[in-house]
């Protein structure tokens, strides 16, 4: 079975599953096409994996768990640099890869595998970082120990909108605490996955201690999910599928990870920097075609500038350059599918029927017969109660509302049922506490953009989920606490051990 780098023709490469350290059909023999989304091309064929996959990746995940536990966090970093060493070696053919089943254009393809590895950098160096607690004891010479222990085996399912980084934000802490993983990754874009799998098994990770099964939500994920010996399910994905995670988790109590939806909200103030938070919000907008969780997907913008600043976001929209995705200058790619795009159209034609005007773009640019593009969209005229305001879009469409004050403007924000990420510009101090402290979102951008930094915890208010990922916050969660109890004095001291009639009056 190849992996991607096999000896087919390179214009439709043949990929394995990945299970206990072997490259695999999947049980029933389906396989599936990969499209390029530029060119509607099919670019790779993969196995469609079934329920009983996902039962022998997770078998597979639970007799490597117990070595790899055994090896020292130090030992466990060890792999974890190599596979980072690996993918800055492969950076350009990795970026290709994700650009040929996703879109992205290739500088931002590039970037997003440079996260990839430092990822695993990052949670490498936290081999003699992994904290429990020594605390003393009700008596003397007793001693307390709180220890941080792995979970087990993680299930891990990832989106199409980030294929490389995602799963490796995953995987790093997970392998890193000690955990065995059986990964999902989407069916729009699963050559990512294999190829970080490509790289593990390169690197020596043992066999077992990753494993990737492809195919849909509904038999491959819900396996996943609904299996007993999954410990810990964490995903990044729609804030329905993540309801339903955790209803079918909660059968066997695994622990969850849930990124789910946003819908984050833009305040520009009339104090701010407006050059700045022009190009600001214009990146925070349509970076990767607007399908990033994080993107602005709705702006309010001080009513006293508000007509000179639209003007002017509406003419660096259109002169952003919709074309493939390979090519130099490109700054949005197409969608990643044409039920995506269609979802985008949608939300166009409703916000026409409840008054919105469309200031720039609207539809797919002339002359692009094939791919899924479609062009940066601005939309004014809108209420704060339209689908497009309250509904997450996922695509390069945004509408401007004007604000009188800035506490209508946190009001405005606040009033969502997501709350992952949140962008303010101004330049008044007490402005920007009085943001920090009073926008109910997981994070909050004063004057900048993303993306999200690994340093910092990347989770969510509200519907947006359960959990964080990055950070030590983040690493915690792929760990179980457990608290043990030692007595070391020559004479045990506990004063209240049966029979009471011996204990008098003491």
Not at 6 to 11: H, L, Q, R, V
Not at 144 to 160: A, D, K, M
Not at 222 to 234: I, R
Not at 378 to 404: A, H, M, N, T, Y
Request: proline letters at 5%; glycine letters at 10%.
């Amino acid at each position: 079975m190849k992996s991607g780098h096999g000896d087919e023709a390179s214009s439709r490469r043949r990929y394995g599953m990945y299970i206990d350290g072997e490259w695999t059909d999947s049980a029933g023999g389906e396989k599936m096409g990969v499209v390029n989304p530029a060119t509607e091309e099919t670019i790779a064929t993969v196995p469609k994996g079934n329920r009983q996959d996902v039962k022998r990746a997770i078998e597979a995940a639970l007799r490597a768990q117990p070595h790899w536990e055994e090896l020292s966090p130090v030992q466990r970093a060890a792999y974890l640099h190599r596979i980072a060493e690996l993918i800055r070696r492969d950076r350009e053919d990795l970026a290709e890869v994700l650009t040929s089943e996703q879109g992205k254009p290739l500088y931002e393809a590039r970037l997003e595998v440079d996260g990839a590895a430092a990822n695993f950098e990052y949670y490498a160096e936290f081999a003699r970082r992994i904290e429990g607690d020594v605390l003393p004891g009700d008596s003397p010479r007793q001693t307390v120990l709180i220890l941080r222990l792995p979970i087990g085996v993680v299930g891990s399912i990832t989106p199409w909108n980030f294929p490389s980084a995602t799963v490796a934000r995953k995987l790093a802490p997970a392998l890193i605490t000690g955990n065995t993983v059986v990964t999902k990754p989407s069916s729009n874009t699963p050559l990512s996955t294999l190829e970080l799998a490509r790289i593990a098994q390169e690197a020596g990770l043992p066999k077992g201690v990753l494993n990737v099964v492809i195919g849909s939500g509904s038999d491959v994920g819900d396996e996943l999910v609904n299996n007993d010996s999954t410990g810990l399910v964490t995903m990044t994905g729609s804030t329905e599928a993540g309801k339903k995670i955790m209803e079918r988790a909660s059968n066997h109590l695994a622990k969850l990870i849930l990124e789910l939806g946003g819908k984050a909200p833009l305040i520009v103030w009339e104090d701010a920097d407006i050059e700045w938070a022009l190009r600001c919000a214009l990146w925070a907008r349509f970076w990767n075609c607007g399908q990033t969780c994080i993107c602005s997907e709705r702006m309010y913008v001080d009513r006293r500038i508000k007509e000179s600043f639209v003007k002017s976001f509406v003419s660096l929209a259109k002169d952003l350059r919709v074309g493939p995705p390979t090519a130099d200058g490109t700054d949005l790619g197409p969608m990643v599918s044409s039920q995506e795009r269609g979802t985008a159209e949608g939300f166009v034609e409703t916000a026409k029927e409840e008054g919105g005007r469309i200031l720039s773009g609207g539809s797919r640019p002339p002359g692009t017969a094939k791919g899924w593009f479609f062009e940066p969209t601005v939309i004014d005229g809108l209420s704060q109660d339209s689908r497009l305001v309250q509904e997450e879009i996922f695509g390069p469409v945004v509408p401007v509302l004007g604000v009188d004050d800035f506490d209508q403007a946190i009001e405005l924000a606040n009033d969502s049922k997501y709350g992952l990420a949140s962008y303010v510009f101004t330049k008044d101090n007490n402005r920007i506490m009085n943001a920090m402290h009073r926008i109910k979102f997981g994070e909050c951008y004063v004057n900048q953009v993303g993306p999200e930094q690994l340093q910092g915890a990347h989770t969510g208010f509200r519907q947006t989920g359960v959990g964080a990922e990055g950070s030590r916050y983040g690493l915690e969660c792929y760990t179980q606490l457990k608290t043990c109890y030692v007595d070391w004095s020559d004479r045990p001291l506990i004063p209240y051990l049966f029979p009471y009639r011996d204990k008098g009056s003491r």
